[in-house]
């Protein structure tokens, strides 16, 4: 099919019957502009739209692949009916190798969620450590929320995500003042674990103060729906602790053992 020749029968044709783009695209169920693109050859109408197109412009599908009108004499009813018989076996094929492509796709993703059922439980304790659990997922999510709430010194995000957390945006705030700038908080998913049917979780802290960088974890368990924190399990000082540390630390300690 040459796009040039039958765009330009389309247009002879369209124009003859006095139809407009957009009324000649709604007897086909398609744009106007999909029937501006085959008008300036810029791509050719899909075979399922080639009889349907013919009938719609008085012309017979020959015509239509042909570009060009045709004489009797070099057209008979049986070449129509071999065209359509074509257009069918094709468009048969295509509707056959489509649903055939659908069922692999859909046995490759069942079979990929099979894999992750069974792989899962087989990699705990070699990636996510021994005390993965579900439950971990959820806690995890938890505890980087939270950690995203104070890094932002967000009010509002912290009493959503953080347990007993009233004061915790008055004392960041405070620690703020003086110089005490959270840079960023991270919770971590492979120190997210079950433990003694509690869900732990540890946060990561990166702080400036007085230009000098300390990193510190904190550590925390997750219940209800939010985060309670303890207290600071480790930090990048040896030893004497800047006032400022023992102050953050008692700003997060939310955990009610209660």
Known sequence: MDNIKTGALVRELRKEKNMTQKELAGLLHVTDRAVSKWERGL?????????????????TVMELISGERLKREEYTDEIDLAVKNIITYSENEITQKTKALKKKVFACILLACLALLILIPALNGVIWGEGFSWECIPAYWCAQKAAEAIQAYDEKSIQTYIGYSEGVFTALSELKEQGVMIQKADAK????????MFLLIEVDFIVMHEEIKYQFTCSGTY???????????????????????????DALSTYDPG
């Open 223 to 249: 219940r209800d729906g939010k985060v309670e924190f303890m207290n600071i399990v480790s930090t990048s000082l040896e030893h004497d602790y800047p006032t400022w540390i023992l102050q953050l630390n």
């Open 189 to 196: 998913f492979s120190r997210t674990r079950l433990e003694d």
């Open 43 to 59: 791509c050719a109408p899909d075979i399922s739209l080639l009889e349907p197109l013919a009938a719609a412009l008085g012309v």
